[in-house]
């Protein structure tokens, strides 16, 4: 599917698409996603991983579990590729 978004010349929804699956998002999670809500790595020397923040406080929505703050990492060998696309 990500392949053919590609081929269709929608590279945002192909990497959106593949974000969610690396990070096992459910589709509100994913489409609800903020620029705010990605967080680079504070040091490449420590870590090459952005992460996502899922359902921060500051927007008062918690996740299903009824969580606020969770994070995951980017952290798929097979993204690797979209780092330098995200940064």
Known sequence: LAIALCGADKIAEALALLV???CDLRPSELTGLTVAQLIPPASA???????IV???EELMIASKSGRFDESVSIDCDWMAFAM???R
């Open 20 to 22: 969610g699956f690396a």
């Open 54 to 56: 899922i359902a921060p």
């Open 45 to 51: 020397a420590l870590s090459v991983h952005f992460t």
């Open 84 to 86: 330098p696309i995200i």
